[in-house]
């Protein structure tokens, strides 16, 4: 009889490891919502915050940085598998791996991340904006890229890793040699890349969809076809995850934080919280007027009460800034330099001393807020509204989809914006957000000290000068307020349990390959 039951247990025993084994075999689909649809999934000529996650996953990058950049990784490898620096801050050289394939099966080589940067730099793509200070590219060999350097620039291999989270992705030079950029050709939106995933289809108005390349040079992706999948209404992609239909709700998604601890408690869902080196924060328009004057964005900031808003926007659960930095930037923070504080009566006191009186109703101007379709940018600019109401302040919400929001900053159509600057991967970002002309200076801001300085900062190898100089540079951002910080930026996420390695959790820093990178997700069972 005991004979008979070891038999019965072993048969058990069997069956159940050919099932897990069989789950283990099945093709892994995972499902990531997007709130709309790529204009195009060429990224290198747009600016187009839809295609960024698709492709980012067909697409290789020189260098690349992901969340880990917050636990101090500036940089990392991706196709390049180790740099230099020349001792004079003007030429890095390259060395790539030497297994990196197109998904068509050639070799990439250095003449393919040549023929890339080249072209950008001469149709002043988007990630020109730091390629702007390389002089020249040369190629010694297959696996060797120099870039030539006009001004030494420290933070050039950092500042290019960011930028590759969006764009700077590394094209197929036989493939494309015969168009004259990237924004035209029968690969615009039927991409050839070398990253963790393959295109398979675009499915407009729905969905694009990617399959594992078992021939990635990094290894196999677990997850076996990678759908991005249109879902405008964060409702609809909440009531999907509860249903179990998809594995991950990212940050875009976030849901009310006041259910954040009745979620912690379900054992279906894993809660992550990402530390960012972004803040969220409000633009101004120094275009137009009564915003022009800064006596204004003084009373601006002194009628944000950041704790209120933490309270109704964040559950309490974020942190209020008061600094032109945020925390992970350690001690790059001028802790000196801050932004007004709340106070109801001197906002009022300056908007008298402006000439801007309380008149019919007890408005004293009409001025619009916008954002994009984020939820936390939804839920600050919502008390954001009320608190500059309360000021005399005739505050107005305008809300708009991911593109045309985008669009209408950089065209500089809004009054006070939502926005998110960021401050790594190196302290260098300043100058795109703060110099006259940076990229993402959308406040028409300038100002010729402010510019000396961090046009020089970018230069210096020397830790405490540069410090020093970012320091000035948040004193005079304090000052003039053409952007004023609100909070520390965080991610909330939603997983369901079983599924790991996505881009917001700590196993995955330093490997997921960019912020929209999915390659380091393990379904269950893998």
């Known amino acids: 009889m005991k004979t008979f039951r070891r038999q019965i247990l072993l048969a058990a025993a069997v069956v159940a490891g050919s099932v897990v084994s069989a789950a283990a075999q099945q093709p892994a689909t995972l499902v990531v919502p997007q709130l709309g649809e790529p204009k195009t999934l060429s990224p290198n000529f747009a600016s187009d915050s839809l295609g960024f996650a698709p492709t ?14 917050n636990k101090g990784t500036g940089a990392y490898g991706d196709l390049a598998e180790s740099w230099t620096t020349s001792e004079d801050g003007k030429t890095v050289t390259f060395k790539l791996v030497k297994n990196a394939k197109w998904h068509d099966g050639k070799p990439v080589t250095a003449h393919d991340v040549k023929f890339t940067f080249d072209t950008i730099i001469r149709k002043k793509y988007p990630a020109f904006v730091v390629l702007k200070n390389v002089k020249d590219i040369t190629v010694t060999d297959d696996q060797t890229v120099v870039l030539n350097l006009i001004d030494p620039e420290v933070g050039f291999v950092p500042m290019l890793a960011q930028v590759s989270t969006w764009t700077a992705k590394i ?13 035209a050709g029968p690969l615009v939106n039927a991409p050839v890349g070398s990253g963790p995933f393959k295109f398979s289809r675009w499915e407009k108005g729905g969905l694009v969809e990617l399959e594992a ?9 677990k997850v076996d076809r990678l759908v991005f999948r249109q879902i405008t209404d964060v409702n609809v992609a909440r009531a999907e995850f509860d249903s179990g239909r998809l594995q991950f709700l990212n940050y875009e998604y976030a849901p009310p934080l006041a259910e954040i601890p009745a979620l912690q408690r379900d054992p279906k869902v894993k809660v992550v919280f990402t530390p960012s080196h972004f803040s969220r924060d409000i633009q101004i328009n120094l275009k137009k007027a009564p915003l022009d004057n800064v006596k204004v964005r003084q009373a601006i900031g002194h009628a944000i009460d950041r704790d209120a808003m933490n309270k109704l926007a964040f559950n309490g659960l974020w942190k209020p800034a008061i600094n032109a930095s945020v925390e992970s930037q350690g001690d790059l923070i001028n802790r000196d330099a801050k ?23 007890g408005w004293r101007f009409d001025v619009s807020v916008t954002n994009p379709n984020f939820p936390d940018c939804k839920a600050m600019m919502e008390v954001l509204v009320q608190q500059l109401r309360q000021v005399g302040i005739n505050a107005k919400l305008e809300q708009f989809d991911q593109a045309t929001w985008f669009r209408r900053q950089a065209e500089k159509q809004f009054d006070i914006s939502c926005y998110f600057t960021r401050y790594g991967p190196d302290p ?13 200076n959308n406040m028409s801001y300038s ?6 300085l961090a046009q020089k900062a970018a230069t210096l190898n020397n830790k405490d000068e540069r410090r020093k100089m970012y320091h000035r540079i948040q004193e005079i951002i304090v000052t003039d307020l053409p952007y004023i910080n609100l909070f520390n930026e965080q991610k909330t996420t939603l997983i369901r349990t079983g599924w790991s390695g996505f881009n917001t959790e700590p196993e ?3 490997k997921a390959v960019t912020w929209f990178g999915y390659y380091s997700v393990v379904p269950p069972g893998k």
């Open 508 to 510: 995955a820093f330093d």
């Open 171 to 183: 094209y197929p030079k036989h493939l494309w040699e015969g168009q004259d950029g990237f924004d």
């Open 447 to 452: 100002n010729p000290e402010l510019d000396a």
């Open 428 to 440: 260098d970002a300043f100058r795109e957000h703060f110099m006259t002309g940076g990229g993402r």
């Open 339 to 361: 932004f007004p504080a709340f106070d109801k009566a001197r906002a009022e006191k300056l908007l008298d001393e402006a000439g801007l009186p309380r008149g019919a109703g």
């Open 56 to 69: 980012s996953n067909v697409y290789s990058h020189l260098v690349a940085i992901d969340w880990g950049v």
């Open 213 to 221: 390349n078992k021939d990635y040079f990094k290894g196999a992706p």
